[in-house]
């Protein structure tokens, strides 16, 4: 999962998304948009090949992770989708023409999957594509990724105990172009797919070294599992090194359709095509360009004064409310020289609960605490009022929109815990908390029914930190709001406002006697991409010990179902799943804004797809 999404965070990533909503969405080709309210609805004028396309980045999110194997503070949509893939292909390509998160076998780097007829192995024909340096992207690149991923699953944001590369017993180099991976139990063959062979990324024999200059495949980990170590600190350190990423010989060794041109830690990059790229199309363009912005103010005011952004947002406040019923403003804030699309994300948008930060971490665990903090979010008017009506209230894990078969009918009517700060209040009161000032305070110490509950000491107060990304003006609204409304239960919030990089880096899984663990609510304005694991299963979001289960949250129940997702095909499960999720509150969902693209008239092959995979070898200029 990717995710603004962490992946996700992919909304990044998303390990997991978040991705991973609020930033500015990524995009394929093959048709064009939906209209705007007003003026042209698509580009004008005839294809022409060349030219250069710019495209402007959320201020909450800036490539900083070159590497593949990115750990939790750097797994987001942003470093995976806007920058890894361009150069690195995936196995597996997801995101098609249409608003489903279905697999595109043209993009992808492997033949379909064979599974065995005891679903207990899977065998991966790989294309005869090259890497830009000459070499076969072949079944080696492939043991080399798994080796990696094996040996450094702390490493991986990806990672999930007893999920993938766990549930591989063993990886076999068939021929130089097969491998065959032998699996521990039989799974549904959709969910390993779309959950599990999405993941692998084939890593070139050019990485695999501990040193620069070193020759291809001489640090060993292709071979030996022990030597992944050497080899992942090399290319972890030359990933930090964000000034060599456009001159370096490791990161220009590309089997995508684009390499770097340039790069710059303040976020500003741009790729031209790899001509040696083995798939297609080739890119019709000369140069992309991704511009960071400071604030949504700044990106709005140099998408109006036209001619340096191609491919921008319409920042929420600069948005008229939205028509009822429509999808698209009446009217085209940034003129004629713009059409507008709605761009929908495979997302789902929350922040963590911190189960082991040790001031509040006994707190957060009992159930009527969280479900307090659910009933005072009132998602209806941050919809209306910060968003301006371009997103959906979210109350559990399954996305809302794109509509899918996914959502449970349960989910579909809507929050078991529909906003009241009356109901909140009284939850906490029956439980042993006394307002005191404004303020919520346990007055009855205990684990009893009508007590606070294990580990709330007599005098706690019901103070909560909360973290959440700068620069997003609908988001501090939002918070503002939500920090309003819980003080009416005497929940007390104390927001802070970090940048996206800190909040993201903050809120990692972390134990109670860690310095790390001080955060408590962390909201890097998003939530969770559904890439690069696309079914909304949740074993990576919930699952005890995974990666990406950020705030710690355990439980054995939510363990069992959230596996049982995996074995079984059907809704039925993952409606089990997602109904008791919403139920426990293990964050705080909140609502999933859409975007609304700015694209210029002069830009044509766009296509918006709801994985927010970023194909930019569909672009063109017209003329």
Same mark, same amino acid.
């Not at 609960?353 to 971490?361: D, R, V």
């Given at each position: 999962m *990717?995710?603004?999404?962490?992946?996700?965070? !992919? /909304?990044? /990533?998303?390990?997991?998304?978040?991705?991973?909503?609020?930033?500015?969405? #990524?995009?394929?080709?093959?048709?064009s948009s939906s209209?705007?309210?007003?003026?042209?609805t698509s580009a004008t004028g005839s294809p022409t090949s060349g030219g250069t396309v710019t495209f402007a980045e959320s201020p909450t999110a800036v490539p900083n992770w070159i590497f593949p194997l990115a750990g939790p503070a750097y797994f987001s949509t942003y470093n995976i989708s806007n920058l890894q893939q361009l150069m690195y292909r995936p196995l597996y390509w997801f995101g098609g023409h249409n608003l489903q998160p279905t697999v595109d076998y043209g993009l992808s780097a492997a033949e379909p999957p064979q599974y065995a007829s005891d679903g207990k192995s899977v065998t991966i024909k790989l294309k005869p594509w090259k890497w830009s340096n000459g070499e076969d992207v072949n079944a080696d690149d492939v043991v080399f990724?798994?080796?990696?991923?094996? #040996? %450094?699953?702390?490493?991986?944001?990806?990672y999930t105990p007893g999920a993938f590369p766990d549930n591989v017993t063993k990886v076999t180099k068939v021929d130089d172009r097969t491998v065959k991976l032998t699996l521990d139990a039989k799974y549904s063959e959709d969910w390993y797919t779309y959950n599990e062979l999405s993941q692998i990324t084939p890593m070139p024999m050019a990485w695999d070294v501990t040193s620069a200059g070193a020759a291809a495949g001489s640090g060993g980990c292709t071979s030996d599992i022990a030597k992944c170590k050497a080899v992942y600190d090399f290319l972890a350190g030359q990933a930090k090194d964000q000034k060599t990423y456009a001159t370096s010989k490791i990161w220009g060794v590309v089997n995508g359709p684009w390499r770097l041109k340039t790069y710059s830690s303040s976020g500003s990059y741009s790729v031209v095509p790899n001509p040696d790229y083995s798939g297609s199309p080739k890119p019709r363009l000369d140069e992309v360009k991704f511009l960071p912005f400071t604030s949504d103010a700044a990106e709005f005011n140099v998408l109006k004064a036209g001619g340096t952004v191609d491919i921008g947002y319409i920042p929420k406040q600069d948005l008229p409310p939205k028509p009822a019923g429509a999808v698209l403003p009446s009217t085209n804030p940034v003129g004629a020289d713009y059409y507008l699309a709605a761009n929908y994300a495979w997302a789902v948008d929350y922040f963590p609960i911190n189960f082991n930060n040790p001031t509040m971490g006994p707190v957060f665990k009992q159930l009527y605490v969280r479900q307090a903090l659910a009933y005072t979010m009132n998602q209806p008017l941050i919809v209306e009022k910060a968003q301006q009506g371009y997103a959906d209230a979210q109350y559990g894990p399954v996305p809302v929109r794109p509509q899918s078969k996914w959502l449970s009918p349960a989910a579909q009517q809507g929050s078991p815990y529909p906003f009241s700060t009356d109901k909140a209040k009284s939850l906490l009161e029956s439980h042993g908390w006394t307002e005191q000032d404004g303020v919520m305070v346990c007055t009855d110490a205990g684990t009893a029914s009508s007590q606070c509950g294990s580990g709330i000491a007599q005098g706690t107060k019901l103070s909560i930190n909360l973290d959440y990304s700068s620069g997003e003006q609908a988001l501090d609204q939002a918070m503002?709001?939500? !920090? +309003?409304?819980?003080? !009416?239960?005497?929940?007390? /919030?104390?927001?802070k406002q970090k940048p996206f990089n800190t909040v993201t880096g903050e809120s990692v899984p972390c134990t109670p006697s860690q310095a790390s663990c001080s955060w408590q609510l962390a909201n890097w304005g998003g939530g969770w991409l $559904?890439?690069?694991? $696309?079914?909304?299963?949740? %074993? +990576?979001? *919930?699952?005890?010990?995974?990666?990406?289960? $950020?705030? +710690?949250? +355990?439980d054995p129940k939510m363990d069992q179902l959230t596996k049982i997702t995996t074995q079984q095909g059907g809704?039925?499960? /993952?409606?089990?799943?997602?109904? $008791?999720t919403a139920q426990q509150v293990p964050v705080v969902f909140q609502a999933s804004p859409y975007t609304i693209q700015a694209v210029s008239t002069q830009v044509g092959g766009i296509v918006w797809n709801p994985i927010r995979s970023l194909t930019p070898e569909y672009w063109y200029r017209t003329q």
């Amino acid at each position: 999962m *990717f995710a603004i999404h962490r992946t996700s965070r !992919k /909304l990044g /990533l998303v390990g997991g998304a978040a991705a991973v909503a609020l930033a500015l969405a #990524a995009c394929t080709g093959g048709g064009s948009s939906s209209p705007s309210g007003s003026g042209a609805t698509s580009a004008t004028g005839s294809p022409t090949s060349g030219g250069t396309v710019t495209f402007a980045e959320s201020p909450t999110a800036v490539p900083n992770w070159i590497f593949p194997l990115a750990g939790p503070a750097y797994f987001s949509t942003y470093n995976i989708s806007n920058l890894q893939q361009l150069m690195y292909r995936p196995l597996y390509w997801f995101g098609g023409h249409n608003l489903q998160p279905t697999v595109d076998y043209g993009l992808s780097a492997a033949e379909p999957p064979q599974y065995a007829s005891d679903g207990k192995s899977v065998t991966i024909k790989l294309k005869p594509w090259k890497w830009s340096n000459g070499e076969d992207v072949n079944a080696d690149d492939v043991v080399f990724w798994m080796n990696m991923v094996k #040996a %450094e699953k702390a490493n991986w944001g990806g990672y999930t105990p007893g999920a993938f590369p766990d549930n591989v017993t063993k990886v076999t180099k068939v021929d130089d172009r097969t491998v065959k991976l032998t699996l521990d139990a039989k799974y549904s063959e959709d969910w390993y797919t779309y959950n599990e062979l999405s993941q692998i990324t084939p890593m070139p024999m050019a990485w695999d070294v501990t040193s620069a200059g070193a020759a291809a495949g001489s640090g060993g980990c292709t071979s030996d599992i022990a030597k992944c170590k050497a080899v992942y600190d090399f290319l972890a350190g030359q990933a930090k090194d964000q000034k060599t990423y456009a001159t370096s010989k490791i990161w220009g060794v590309v089997n995508g359709p684009w390499r770097l041109k340039t790069y710059s830690s303040s976020g500003s990059y741009s790729v031209v095509p790899n001509p040696d790229y083995s798939g297609s199309p080739k890119p019709r363009l000369d140069e992309v360009k991704f511009l960071p912005f400071t604030s949504d103010a700044a990106e709005f005011n140099v998408l109006k004064a036209g001619g340096t952004v191609d491919i921008g947002y319409i920042p929420k406040q600069d948005l008229p409310p939205k028509p009822a019923g429509a999808v698209l403003p009446s009217t085209n804030p940034v003129g004629a020289d713009y059409y507008l699309a709605a761009n929908y994300a495979w997302a789902v948008d929350y922040f963590p609960i911190n189960f082991n930060n040790p001031t509040m971490g006994p707190v957060f665990k009992q159930l009527y605490v969280r479900q307090a903090l659910a009933y005072t979010m009132n998602q209806p008017l941050i919809v209306e009022k910060a968003q301006q009506g371009y997103a959906d209230a979210q109350y559990g894990p399954v996305p809302v929109r794109p509509q899918s078969k996914w959502l449970s009918p349960a989910a579909q009517q809507g929050s078991p815990y529909p906003f009241s700060t009356d109901k909140a209040k009284s939850l906490l009161e029956s439980h042993g908390w006394t307002e005191q000032d404004g303020v919520m305070v346990c007055t009855d110490a205990g684990t009893a029914s009508s007590q606070c509950g294990s580990g709330i000491a007599q005098g706690t107060k019901l103070s909560i930190n909360l973290d959440y990304s700068s620069g997003e003006q609908a988001l501090d609204q939002a918070m503002q709001q939500y !920090k +309003s409304d819980s003080s !009416k239960a005497g929940i007390q /919030l104390n927001l802070k406002q970090k940048p996206f990089n800190t909040v993201t880096g903050e809120s990692v899984p972390c134990t109670p006697s860690q310095a790390s663990c001080s955060w408590q609510l962390a909201n890097w304005g998003g939530g969770w991409l $559904y890439a690069p694991d $696309y079914l909304p299963t949740g %074993e +990576s979001l *919930f699952a005890t010990g995974s990666v990406a289960n $950020y705030g +710690s949250y +355990s439980d054995p129940k939510m363990d069992q179902l959230t596996k049982i997702t995996t074995q079984q095909g059907g809704t039925g499960p /993952l409606y089990d799943y997602q109904d $008791y999720t919403a139920q426990q509150v293990p964050v705080v969902f909140q609502a999933s804004p859409y975007t609304i693209q700015a694209v210029s008239t002069q830009v044509g092959g766009i296509v918006w797809n709801p994985i927010r995979s970023l194909t930019p070898e569909y672009w063109y200029r017209t003329q």
